[in-house]
């Protein structure tokens, strides 16, 4: 017995490791059976074989498929009758706007068709949409909003902090709560540092919160990896916002920040707020475990007055969808491109697709212009994003680098009708892995005041020249290649 246990102790180690492999030898035939990207397989298969132990719990945490098996299931909640209804008086009617692929072009219009297709994207006309440029206008328009909410307040936000911004917010919502205002408060777990004291206030005042797939620690947890990016905010089924500004104080530079925070979000009120909060009170229901009663108030048929309406489709991704429907909205958009693509991206890591889509736009004579921000705020994200420079800069395609502060705007332009605005980087995470939402804006004007936005953000960049990238030193380029091993985790 003593001789067997002195065996064992001795060769503890290599027991150890043939156990990891021989667990790495069945996932790898998992994942190879999967068909994914073979980028993302390579990945996994390269962690799993040079990172004894470490690379399994690599796998568990980033691994799971959630769109192939679901996170929950949306046709329950698209089939209900009050749904319908909104859906209905808002479909796009080709007899009342049969101008509408005439005038935005077969390739716009097709990104219309995608998004009705994929996930039943409704498109709506009579809409007010407002470009909030950084968090001091969005959160002065905000808290204007929220003081005058009188039936709900509806919010969903990948980041909400009980700092000094954010507490001035969850103020206002306790005290709309105790004035009779329905609060319903969805947050990710991850994302989100809210004291324990603050949440029992929200709690006492009738506010219903709920952490989005909550976790106990959040390094070691596969739901890690399938966070709760969108930001949304709905207010008496009238005025929604959505973009990519978070709630905490660094969004913010009235505040004493230790940098500038450049950022781009929405305010909408019409049509388009009916899909913003379709899409809150469908993960409203994940999150509480308790499937919300729809009132008329949730759609009211109200329109606002307005001069000059705009034409919105929300899309919305992530593992609970059937398909990639920003990315496959944006890769029909770049190909649609005739005369220029501008945009802005805080982490750029464009799967093949989009890379391709772009690179051929710029080599077919289009003027495509990228802004990303000088330094990141992930070291990681940062060198597997400056490793797609040099391909794209060989490509054409121009790219510019912040050097105010830190962008961390999502935003695209095509020609002089269609842009976006929402959360969805241009990465493999935001393509595949969060829950993502982005409004998709058919209209010239708020193009070009979004165009304007990107030019004058120019301003603030430095371009990046081919000759002087390539001269980069060898110690960086070893970095940039190893990151982008892990650009589908990161």
């Not at 409704?122 to 905000?142: A, M, P, Q, S, Y």
């Not at 709690?203 to 930001?231: C, Q, W």
């Amino acid at each position: 017995m003593e001789t067997a246990l002195q065996l064992f102790n001795d060769n503890l180690w290599l027991i150890l490791l043939t156990i990891n492999y021989g667990l790495v030898i069945v996932l790898s035939f998992f994942i190879l059976l999967k068909n994914k990207n073979p980028v993302k397989t390579l990945s996994f298969l390269f962690a799993l074989a040079v990172l004894p132990f470490l690379g399994l719990i690599v796998y568990y945490l980033f691994g799971q498929d959630y769109r192939k098996s679901k996170i929950f299931e949306k046709k329950y909640f698209l089939d209900n009758k009050k749904i319908m209804e909104w859906r209905a008086n808002f479909k796009l009617d080709c007899e009342e706007r049969e101008d509408f692929e005439e005038t935005y072009g077969e390739g716009i219009f097709k990104v219309y068709k995608l998004l009705k297709n994929n996930e039943k994207a409704v498109l709506t006309f009579d809409n007010t949409v407002e470009v909030l440029i950084n968090g001091e206008e969005k959160f002065k328009r905000l808290f204007e909003d929220l003081r005058k909410a009188e039936s709900h307040i509806h919010i969903e936000y990948f980041v909400l902090f009980s700092d000094e911004l954010g507490n001035k917010i969850i103020d206002i919502l306790i005290e709309k709560a105790k004035a009779g205002v329905k609060v319903r408060l969805v947050y990710d777990d991850v994302g989100s540092k809210i004291a324990r004291s603050v949440k029992h206030k929200m709690t006492k005042s009738g506010i219903e919160h709920y952490a989005f797939m909550p976790v106990i620690f959040s390094n070691s947890t596969g739901k890690l990896n399938y966070r709760d990016h969108r930001k949304i905010v709905v207010i008496d089924g009238k005025v929604g916002y959505v973009g990519g500004i978070n709630m905490a104080k660094r969004y913010d530079n009235s505040y004493d920040n230790p940098r500038y925070w450049r950022d781009t979000h929405l305010r909408l009120r019409g049509a388009a707020v009916g899909s913003l909060q379709s899409s809150f009170l469908l993960n409203w229901n994940f999150a509480s475990h308790n499937e919300v009663e729809i009132e008329k108030s949730f759609f009211p048929k109200s329109k606002p007055e307005m001069n000059q309406p705009v034409a919105v489709q929300i899309a919305a991704s992530g593992p609970d969808t059937d398909w990639a429907n920003i990315m496959e909205a944006i890769f029909c958009a770049i190909s649609s491109a005739k005369e220029r693509i501008y945009i802005t991206s805080p982490y750029f890591m464009p799967n093949d697709a989009i890379l391709t889509a772009l690179a051929t736009a710029a080599r077919s004579g289009i003027d495509v212009r990228v802004i990303v921000p000088y330094e990141s705020d992930s070291w990681a994200a940062q060198y597997a994003g400056d490793s797609y420079i040099e391909y794209c800069l060989e490509s054409g395609i121009k790219i510019y680098r912040y050097t105010k502060g830190f962008i961390h705007a999502k935003t695209m332009v095509i020609d002089d009708l269609f842009s976006t605005v929402g959360t969805a980087n241009l990465d493999y995470r935001s393509f595949s892995i969060n829950f993502e939402i982005n409004a998709m804006l058919y209209n010239k004007e708020i193009n070009l005041k979004l165009a304007a936005t990107f030019l004058d953000d120019l301003k603030e960049c430095e371009e990046v020249e081919l000759e002087r990238w390539q001269n980069r030193g060898l110690r960086r380029k070893l970095k940039e290649s190893f990151s982008r091993l892990w650009a589908p985790l990161l």
